[in-house]
Nanobody
C-alpha cells in the first residue's frame, strides 16, 4: 500500500476550473496505476479517471471526458486532475486511489490504497 493525500478542492462557480493534487508517500507510484473517484452525498462512490503506469494510458468517465485531464509526475510521486468547465453535478468529495493490479480500473476492489478525499463544490 501507499499513503495518499489529496488537496486542491474548493467552492467554485459553474464554468470555473480547479486542479486537484494527490501526493503519495511510503512507496513510489512509478509502477502503480493511479485514479480519481468521487462520491456525492447519498450516492455511491464512482470512477472518474485513471492513468496507468508504464505507457501512461488514460481512461475517463463519459461525463467528464473533454473537461477533465488526469496526469502524473512520477519524480514528485504526485498525480493531478485538471478540471475545467465545472458543472454543479461535479459536486462531490474526490478521492485518490492507487493499485498495482488494476486491469479495468472502474472497480473499487482493484485499488489497494485510498486517500481521505478533498471536497469540490460547484455552484450554479
Amino acid at each position: 500500500q501507499v499513503q495518499l493525500v489529496e488537496s486542491g478542492g474548493g467552492l467554485v462557480q459553474a464554468g470555473d476550473s480547479l486542479r486537484l493534487s494527490c501526493v503519495a508517500s511510503g512507496r513510489t507510484i512509478r509502477n502503480r496505476a493511479m485514479a480519481w473517484w468521487r462520491q456525492a452525498p447519498g450516492k455511491a462512490r464512482e470512477f472518474v479517471a485513471l492513468i496507468r503506469s508504464g505507457d501512461g494510458g488514460t481512461r475517463y468517465q463519459d461525463s467528464v471526458t473533454g473537461r477533465f485531464t488526469i496526469s502524473r509526475d512520477n519524480v514528485k510521486n504526485t498525480m493531478f486532475l485538471q478540471m475545467d468547465n465545472l458543472k454543479p453535478e461535479d459536486t462531490a468529495r474526490y478521492y485518490c486511489a492507487s493499485g498495482t493490479m488494476v486491469v479495468i480500473g472502474t472497480a473499487r476492489d482493484e485499488y489497494d490504497s485510498w486517500g481521505q478525499g478533498t471536497q469540490v463544490t460547484v455552484s450554479s
